[in-house]
């Protein structure tokens, strides 16, 4: 199972290191490890950046923000960081940090190394030749949940997290704080974002239950056994770990969630395997995350609804820094297509209900 592994490639143009000055900042913390660095990077994912280095023998994993980013708040290391520190003994699935750096003259940027985790990452497109059969596909949605569930109810004070978020007035911050983000990132006029704003607005439940959230919690952020796909041994991408409202994390993983029956455009938003035979709907997620922790689910949609279009927020934003100029990524050119299809299934679910 190793051939499925993630695997990194050559690093993307403009996006490079400065491996002179970043060998010498690694000596001086790795100090008995001998030869050259050598730096690669991992081709997915569209916000902070990952590499994988050999510093000789020794693999690490360093994670820095996207060049050119303005939004400050989506990319703190330091925060990331801290997090991790401490969260890595309470979760198992979070990654054990050694160092961060907070000097812009090493790379440009601040930074943290991490331990790799070797592993599967599964995406809307599965590695050609993985036995994937319904079976595997209904056990692997379970546990998918089941670790979600796990998270949910680490004890976030006894980690000593407590002071990472502010759970009272969440949501409504929550709403406020993404359109304001989408209309400084605006770079077209789409006729539902006004709808959707109102309609959340108007919406907002209260929170009843408050834990540790991932905020980005979907397939191909979790890393899964080479010997068995079904088991979860590493999860990722922890930038927007915050306290926060259990069912807006569920919510996230909703809207990252395609049904087989979706139209062909929601089928192409999908982040994982989620649409084969086998796998749980979306329904049947918000079902079963309830049985096992009790949640009322009954205001999912407006969970949903928002999950997609904070996620639309995020698509656009990235797709800014394209449209400026500041990053050169043709990967970027097509998401004005992939933001108005967030949209219209956002406000499908606000006007219908149905997740």
Partial sequence: MANFFDQPTAIRPGEELDTVKLEAYLRGHFEKVEGPLQVRQYPSGHSNLTYLLHLGDRELVLRRPPFGSKVKSAHDMGREYRVLSKLHAAYAPAPK???YCDDDSVIGAPFYVMEPIHGIILRSKLPGGLDFPAETARQLSESFLDNLVSLHRVDYAAAGLADLGRPQGY??????GWIERYYGSKTHDYVEV??????????TPSTSAVSLIHNDYKYDNVILDGNDITKIIGVLDWEMCTIGDSLADLGTTLAYWADRTDPED?????????ARPGSFTRAEVAHYYAQKTGCD???????LTFARFKLAVIVQQIYFRYHQGITKDERFASMPATVRSLLQSALLCAQTGRI
Wanted: proline share 3%.
């Fill in 266 to 274: 929601m089928q192409q938003n999908g982040w994982g395997p989620t």
């Fill in 297 to 303: 689910v009954s205001q999912i949609g407006f969970y």
């Fill in 171 to 176: 949501l409504e911050r929550q709403v406020r």
């Fill in 194 to 203: 006004e709808k959707i704003a109102s309609w959340m607005q108007e919406h």
């Fill in 97 to 99: 940090v050694f160092l």
